[in-house]
C-alpha cells in the first residue's frame, strides 16, 4: 500500500514524518528527537560509538546546507513523502524527497506502538554519518621564529 503525502487527508505516518523533516530542516533538533524510538536512537548512536545527545548527534551529522533556519521556510512544506505498510500496519517505510532535508534522508522507518508513530530508521544521512570526523578541524601551522 502506498501513500502519498500530497492532496489527501494526512495518515499518520504522513504526519509524523512531516514533522520529523520539518524540525530537522529548521534546526529544532531537540523537537527531531522527540519523534523518534528512544531505544532505536541509543542502538545507532552506540553503533557509531559516540557518546552524544539525540540533539548532538542530528546536529553534527545533517549538512548545514539541508537546515533552512530562516531563508526559506516554506521550501518544509512541500517534501514527497510515500509510505507503504507492513506488518499488520505497524511498520511504516517512507520514502522522502523534493526537500534539501528530505534528499538527504531518503528514506525512514516509523513504528506504531501504544497509540502513535515512532521513528525507528532516522535516515540514509545518520545511517551514513561518522560523528567523529565533525570533531576534527584542520591543523593551522603556525610560522616559527628564528
Known amino acids: ?3 502519498s503525502g500530497c492532496g489527501e487527508q494526512p495518515n499518520p505516518p504522513n504526519t509524523y514524518v512531516q514533522n520529523y523533516l520539518s ?3 529548521s ?3 531537540t523537537t527531531a528527537c522527540g519523534t523518534v524510538d528512544p ?3 541509543a542502538a545507532l548512536i552506540h553503533k557509531k560509538r559516540v557518546h552524544l545527545s539525540c540533539a ?3 546536529k553534527r551529522c545533517l549538512p548545514n546546507n539541508a537546515i533552512v533556519l530562516k531563508s526559506d521556510q516554506t521550501q518544509l512544506l512541500y517534501a ?3 509510505v507503504s505498510l507492513r506488518d499488520n500496519g505497524t511498520i511504516a517505510d517512507a520514502d522522502t524527497s523534493a526537500t534539501r532535508v528530505a534528499t538527504e534522508l531518503k528514506h525512514v522507518t516509523l513504528k506504531h506502538e501504544h497509540g502513535t ?3 525507528i530508521g532516522f535516515g540514509r ?3 551514513a554519518c561518522r560523528p567523529n570526523a565533525h570533531k576534527r578541524k584542520p591543523k593551522h601551522h603556525s610560522q616559527h621564529k628564528q
Open 125 to 127: 544521512v545518520f545511517d
Open 80 to 82: 514527497n513523502i510515500n
Open 56 to 58: 548532538t548527534f542530528f
Open 39 to 41: 531505544q532505536a536512537m
Open 117 to 119: 508513530w515512532k521513528l
Open 1 to 3: 500500500m502506498v501513500l
Open 27 to 29: 534546526g529544532e533538533f
Open 23 to 25: 524540525a530537522l530542516g
